[in-house]
């Protein structure tokens, strides 16, 4: 079916999606600024020292266990099911609720990256045969055309 379509509608179609790409992606980036959405989270035992003061980073954001999301053992597990743990200037070692695991999203990226790269490959090679299967098909019609 694609193979009916002339190259100047082909380049056209092509442009089009170029263009609706970049138009989305400009609305997208106005609309969601950075710091347009607000982040609340969840503070074991209602201290808020990280507020208020300086803190270190003790442990990166991590997802909770399956034990602690189902027993709330943690109240910080329940809304995103992940936690970071902090220390205050003063002493205080608190956990906080976080949005995202950094590792999590790495691994995600690159295995959507890697299913791309397969279904390229894929179509390439799928067009491939199906445009070697048409030559021939069009060769042992010429051929019988001539013969006949």
């Not at 710091?35 to 909770?64: A, L």
């Not at 045969?129 to 019609?141: A, D, E, G, V």
Request: aromatic content about 8%; glycine content about 4%.
């Amino acid at each position: 079916m694609i193979e009916n379509l002339s190259k100047k509608r082909m380049v056209f179609g092509i442009s089009c999606l170029i263009l609706l790409t970049i138009v989305v992606l400009i609305i997208e980036s106005k609309w969601m600024k950075a710091g347009s959405r607000r982040q609340e989270f969840v503070i074991e035992n209602n201290s808020t020292c990280w507020m208020r003061e300086s803190y270190d980073v003790i442990k990166d954001c991590h997802p909770c266990t399956a034990f602690e999301i189902a027993s709330k053992s943690q109240g910080v597990c329940v809304h995103t099911h992940n936690k970071e743990v902090l220390k205050c200037i003063g002493g205080e070692i608190v956990t906080r609720s976080c949005d995202r695991v950094a590792w999590v999203d790495e691994r995600h990226y690159w295995s959507f990256q890697i299913s791309l790269t397969i279904i390229g490959t894929l179509s390439a090679a799928i067009s491939f045969l199906r445009q070697k299967t048409l030559n021939r098909r069009t060769m042992l019609k010429i051929q019988r055309e001539l013969g006949a």
